[in-house]
């Protein structure tokens, strides 16, 4: 949904200001026209700002939370599934070494995906590794970010590595940001699955 206010200023300098609210995010755009001995000029400028959404609370699943921001290798992040295709919902059952799960993230490689979480949460616990629809293929790390420093990156995973569970220590994170790496290769066949990701947080 886009909503989209245009306020005008009523100087003769023909100040405007508009204000586009996107979901949680906004975008502030303003613009000026003056004229300068003579010569007409214009300047712009744009800030986006984010609303930040209540905490979260309780054992809390990430694909549930809304993102802050979300960047992925190949189409968008998936919630739910791996990643599939460049089409946003073509992912399949998110599968690690034939266990399937029912919650969690699908990326492809380089991707980095960020969640208010407020100081509300003490823990984060995962199942990682390469999407079995990737086969043998594929090489990437896991990264768990607090607040702009790392926690904990795994080994490089191929598809053919044993899964790794994540039990992380997150107490007072404003801002978790979970970054798949391309394992230093590229990021073919870099399917990375944040199975049941999850945050422990207070009541
Ligand atoms: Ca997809
Ligand atoms: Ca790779």
Same mark, same amino acid.
């Given at each position: 949904m886009l909503i989209e206010r245009s306020l005008s200023c009523a100087?003769?300098?023909g100040l405007q200001l508009v204000i586009r609210r996107v979901q949680s995010s906004f975008n502030f755009f303003r613009a000026a026209d003056y004229q300068q001995r003579g010569d007409s000029q214009d300047l712009s400028d744009t800030r986006d700002v984010h609303a930040l959404p209540s905490p979260p609370s309780g054992e809390v699943a990430v694909s549930s939370l809304p993102f802050f921001s979300a960047t992925n290798g190949w189409g968008p992040v998936e919630r739910n599934t791996s990643? %599939?295709?460049?089409?946003? @919902?073509d992912g399949q059952p998110i599968t690690l070494n034939g266990v399937v799960y029912a919650s969690g993230l699908g990326t492809n490689a380089v991707s980095d995906v960020a969640v208010y979480l407020g100081g509300n949460c003490t823990r984060f616990t995962a199942t990682v590794g390469v999407d079995d629809e990737q086969g043998a293929a594929g090489s990437v790390t896991f990264s768990v970010v607090k607040d702009g420093t790392t926690l904990t990156t795994t080994p490089v995973l191929t598809g053919s590595s044993a899964s790794i569970d994540l039990n992380v220590d997150?107490?007072?994170?404003?801002l978790l940001d979970l970054v798949v790496g391309? %394992?230093?290769?590229?990021? @073919?066949?870099?399917?990375g699955d944040w199975a049941n990701a999850e945050v422990q947080c207070a009541d």
């Open positions: 100087s003769s300098h990643n %599939g295709e460049q089409a946003a @919902g997150i107490t007072g994170t404003q391309d %394992g230093g290769n590229g990021n @073919g066949n870099d399917h």
